[in-house]
């Protein structure tokens, strides 16, 4: 089984519509990131958390919103989906040692009409 | 952002050795990171340096110059599946990492 999954794989929704995609792990880390990557721009950090009770804000947060429901589960929202919102969401965890790598979820791919 | 900059796209040759190159303006950062990802799939972490020098892992080799400003990943025996793109991040205070916007890779046989 994958250690970091993502639901859904893919999803087409409409301007203006909330969406939320989810993200859950077993790898039992601490620390979990949402990214989204377009073609040319390679992967921008949205969100980010250390623990259930933190919440930090990446480099491009505006339109987004995340809740840390759990140690496993990091789910981000769309509160009001637009077409330039279309793109490829990764989620990812690392852990808490000296030198952090991360392990990615497969990935979804939204497209907003 | 970092200014992480790669070529957009590079082509060698089956059993062939090619570097991928990663130049960046930016300081303070604790790591800088190699990860491939084929067409349609998560990335995967390749190698790291947190110090200058060449770090070996099989066929992939990656580089530091801290002093220079770039980092290289250097593929060795380059194998058809070998063909993917390469991404470079730099790590700050262990919880922000900045992508550059990779470097799609072409083997050929």
């Known amino acids: 089984d994958a250690d970091v999954t993502q639901t859904p794989r893919n999803r087409i929704t409409k301007t203006g519509k909330r969406i939320m995609l989810e993200c859950s792990q077993t790898?039992?880390?601490?620390?979990m990131y949402w990214y989204r990557q377009d073609p040319g721009l390679g992967l921008r950090l949205i969100y980010y958390?250390?623990?259930?009770?933190?919440?930090n804000k990446g480099e491009i947060s505006d339109g987004y919103s995340v809740s840390r429901q759990a140690q496993a589960k990091f789910s981000l929202s769309l509160e009001s989906a637009i077409p330039n919102q279309t793109a490829l969401y990764f989620c990812?965890?690392?852990?808490?040692?000296?030198?952090?790598?991360?392990?990615f979820g497969p990935g979804t791919r939204l497209l907003v009409l | 952002g970092q200014n992480i900059d790669q070529p957009t796209e590079m082509t060698a040759t089956e059993g062939a050795i090619v570097q991928i190159n990663c130049t960046y303006q930016?300081?303070?950062?604790?790591?800088l990171f190699w990860y491939q990802q084929h067409a349609g799939e998560a990335p995967t972490f390749l190698s790291y340096?947190?110090?200058?020098g060449l770090e070996e892992k099989g066929r992939f080799s990656s580089f530091l110059s801290r002093s220079k400003g770039y980092s290289y990943l250097l593929l060795k025996e380059l194998q058809m599946k070998d063909s993917a793109s390469y991404l470079c991040?730099?790590?700050?205070?262990?919880?922000?990492?900045?992508f550059g916007s990779g470097t799609k890779l072409n083997v050929k046989p």
């Open positions: 990812a965890t690392s852990d808490n040692t000296a030198v952090e790598t991360q392990y």
């Open positions: 790898k039992g880390h601490d620390r």
């Open positions: 958390s250390f623990d259930v009770k933190d919440i």
């Open positions: 930016t300081s303070g950062f604790n790591g």
């Open positions: 340096n947190v110090l200058d």
């Open positions: 991040a730099v790590g700050y205070n262990f919880n922000k990492f900045y």
